[in-house]
Nanobody, 116 residues
Framework: VQLQASGGGLVQAGGSLRLSCAAS????????MGWYRQAPGKERELVAS???????DYADSVKGRFTISRDNAKNTVYLQMDSLKPDDTDVYYC???????????WGQGTQVTVSS
């Protein structure tokens, strides 16, 4: 399984970015997909996730600003990030999880930088 993340970049505070995570196979095979972020020296934290049934969960810090979605036909998960803040600056990682075998798959990470 390969996950290809893209869409990061540099944006001013208040701006928007959309991250994409394209899977090499059908995303129906994953129980949950999501986005995590990690700053240097800190633990990776969950930003948003979406289950195969469509349930969405968000970190409190991004609720109302970020939206996760999936396009099953394109095997792609998106993270629409609006009203970005400098605190959102991190490397963002795409994740896919299978409950059978308790297996996680990770994309390569994409840098998001929000300037003040």
């Amino acid at each position: 399984v390969q996950l290809q993340a893209s869409g990061g970049g540099l944006v001013q505070a208040g701006g928007s970015l959309r991250l994409s995570c394209a899977a090499s196979g059908s995303i129906f095979t994953f129980d949950r997909m999501g986005w995590y972020r990690q700053a240097p020296g800190k633990e990776r934290e969950l930003v948003a996730s979406i289950t195969s049934g469509g349930r969405k969960d968000y970190a409190d810090s991004v609720k109302g600003r970020f939206t996760i979605s999936r396009d099953n036909a394109k095997n792609t998960v998106y993270l629409q990030m609006d009203s970005l803040k400098p605190d959102d600056t991190d490397v963002y990682y795409c994740n896919a999880y299978r409950a059978f075998g308790n297996t996680n798959y990770w994309g390569q990470g994409t840098q998001v930088t929000v300037s003040s």
